[in-house]
């Protein structure tokens, strides 16, 4: 009797999270609707415009240079990179341990590039490459979405990613744009099993930040939850994807190896954080100490607001998870987990930085009425404008 | 198509590499895969200096490596030794201990720490006269009983202080021998496994707290500064 009462809600919670499960189309299907998808790249252009536009009004408003604060902070770092290369010891800040070790090399490298190996202004080349990098993400992310999401709303996608809150990241001499890029075609690529461009851009995305690393350990996750157990005999039938496995960390161990050369100490990038108070920890314990502090000592905002982020990505990770969107949910549960571990610093960014956040943000925005869904990305660019006054005032937090 | 149901085929319905082919897949993965062996092999036994393994690796002080002069101690002086103090900096608190804000006294994060002085030339003139240190020590937590705390100049043990939970003063003669002809010698202070707040029941701070130095001062072995002591 009490199993059939309690049957009831259980089956009707389980049928209504199955509603809620994404189709994932084969490879064939996938590929046909990448290359069907229209991507609005004249929108992409006007969102990019508009927006940099508003916050270069707010530069000029405030006797803010714009070039010099969009290259502060750890652009100083990439700069420092592009025209000196890595250090060999660390003597940086105020106490002398901070070297540019934490810093992965591709997006300096890229910078290096495009200012004709120093010769350009790096200020401004960084914030059009950055903002270029941007531009095609935004067309790439139209595109996963189409594979992924038929029928979602792209311009809404588009607009979302230009203008929410801390998307000033992505005009700034930060890794941000380009870690985006990568992260969307190595997915675009994955769901058409094109494996040979996901080996590349997974040892690319790996050699822009620490996080890129995660991308293989979620892209496990997803074959153990969609193969079970026979994705370990399949491994052994598809020795492409246990190339990936190996060759997507493979950007990691480059820049390793460089430092080892440069340092020799392999994990120096690793290490250089307990310049910036970082120490391993356990993420859940730093998560109930932010979110205690509205209680304790609410003035002090900072590790608060950081720790009620960090919960929002908690939920958006388990809305992904709700979908089987396993790819995703792992690469957000690896993104916002193994930093939060070090601490609630820059968490934010860290989210903002990895696009299936982003991706699950519009997901839930897409199931809203349409007006509110508008007006709630309006609210978002609006409360970004304040971050961006505060980003000019260099304000700390903001990092 | 239901997200864990069919086949890989059906799932992931790209061609399968050939049975030909297979071999140097298999192939290019190992060669990577040895290669990240290597690093993580190499990873494991860095090539770095004392500084940058007790700092970087075993966060074994806060202090990467001694920055700054270390200062001319004037007898009869109080030195406080707190960040932003003259004996706070990297300087002298160059092994071992915490420096964290300039109104807390510094604390040691390992068992035995060095701290790094130097008295003023007219104290030991080329080393011929023993100075007295007197420092005012504590051991966390404040309820902790007295243990011996072992005090070395340079290589040598000079004494042993019960320590405890509150704050006392301490002195040690340095004999003329173990200060060098600059006036410069390190004190060392080998005392009970530190403690971690978190550990002790006191709050959620989980590194380690030994001996805690407030101030120290200098005189010379008659009791009286070496100015007044002159004829």
Redesign the interface.
């Known amino acids: 009797m009490n199993d059939s009462v309690t049957a009831g809600p259980r089956s009707t919670l389980g049928e209504r999270f199955k509603t809620l499960a994404a189709e994932t189309p084969p490879p064939a299907e996938a590929l046909a609707r990448a290359q069907a998808v229209r991507i609005p790249w004249g929108h992409i252009l006007l969102a990019l415009l508009v927006t940099r536009a508003v916050w270069l009004a707010i530069a000029l408003w405030g006797d803010h240079s714009y070039l010099h604060a969009m290259a502060q902070f750890d652009g100083s770092w990439f700069k420092g990179i592009m025209t000196r290369g890595y250090d060999v010891e660390a003597r940086g800040m105020s106490d002398g341990d901070a070297a540019n070790w934490a810093f992965f090399p591709l997006y300096p490298a890229l910078l290096w590039l495009v200012t004709l190996g120093g010769q350009l202004d790096p200020e401004l080349m960084g914030v059009l490459l950055s903002n270029a990098l941007l531009a095609v993400a935004l067309g790439l992310g139209c595109r996963y979405l189409a594979i992924t999401r038929p029928g979602a709303p792209l311009l809404l996608f588009v607009w979302l990613a230009a203008s929410m809150p801390y998307s000033f990241y992505f005009s700034a001499l930060y890794s941000e744009s380009l870690f985006w890029l990568l992260c969307l075609a190595s997915l675009i690529d994955w769901r058409c099993q094109r494996t040979g461009r996901v080996m590349l851009w997974t040892l690319l995305l790996s050699m822009t930040r620490a996080t890129g690393v995660f991308w293989v350990i979620a892209m496990g996750i997803e074959l153990v939850a969609r193969l079970r157990l026979r994705a370990f005999a399949e491994l052994w039938r598809r020795p492409d994807w246990l190339l990936i496995g190996v060759v997507g960390p493979l950007g990691l161990f480059l820049f390793m190896a460089l430092l080892y050369h440069r340092t020799g100490d392999a994990l120096a990038f690793s290490h250089v954080q307990i310049s910036w108070g970082r120490e391993m920890g356990n993420p859940l314990t730093n998560l109930i100490e932010g979110l205690s502090y509205w209680q304790s000592a609410p003035e002090t905002l900072r590790p608060a607001w950081q720790a009620s982020m960090a919960l929002i990505g908690v939920g958006l990770i388990g809305w992904l998870g709700v979908q089987r969107r396993w790819l995703e949910m792992g690469l957000a549960g690896f993104t916002l987990f193994v930093p939060l571990a070090t601490g609630l610093d820059a968490i934010p960014r860290y989210m903002i930085g990895m696009p299936v956040f982003v991706l699950a943000l519009h997901d839930l925005l897409t199931r809203l009425p349409r007006t509110l869904a508008w007006g709630l990305v309006m609210l978002g660019a609006l409360a970004n404008l304040w971050l961006v006054e505060n980003w000019y005032d260099t304000v700390f937090w903001l990092v | 198509?239901?997200?864990?149901s069919g086949?890989?085929d059906?799932?992931?319905?790209?061609p399968?590499?050939r049975r030909s082919q297979?071999i140097w897949?298999?192939l290019?993965?190992v060669v990577?895969?040895a290669?990240?062996l290597t690093?993580l092999w190499?990873?494991r036994t860095?090539?770095?200096d004392d500084h940058?393994r007790r700092?970087?690796?075993e966060?074994a002080t806060?202090?990467?490596?001694p920055?700054g002069e270390v200062p001319v101690l004037t007898p009869g002086e109080r030195y406080p030794v707190r960040k932003g103090e003259s004996l706070g900096n990297?300087g002298v608190l160059w092994a071992g201990f915490y420096s964290p804000q300039p109104d807390v006294p510094v604390s040691a994060r390992l068992a035995e720490v060095t701290l790094r002085l130097r008295v003023a030339p007219e104290v030991s003139p080329a080393g011929s006269q023993a100075v007295v240190v007197a420092l005012e020590l504590s051991r966390f937590p404040d309820s902790a009983a007295a243990l011996p705390v072992e005090v070395m100049i340079g290589e040598q043990t000079v004494t042993r202080w019960p320590v405890g939970g509150r704050y006392e003063r301490f002195e040690v003669e340095v004999p003329a021998a173990l200060i060098a002809s600059d006036g410069s010698f390190s004190l060392t202070l080998k005392g009970p496994p530190p403690i971690a707040p978190r550990d002790a029941g006191l709050d959620?701070n989980?590194f380690p707290v030994g001996l805690r130095l407030d101030a120290l001062t200098l005189r010379s072995p008659l009791g009286l500064t070496p100015a007044r002591a002159q004829p």
């Open positions: 198509m239901t997200p864990s086949s890989s059906a799932l992931y319905g790209a399968r590499p297979r897949w298999l290019a993965t990577v895969l290669f990240e690093l190499l990873a860095p090539r770095v940058y700092y970087f690796i966060h806060t202090c990467y490596r920055m990297c959620a989980k």
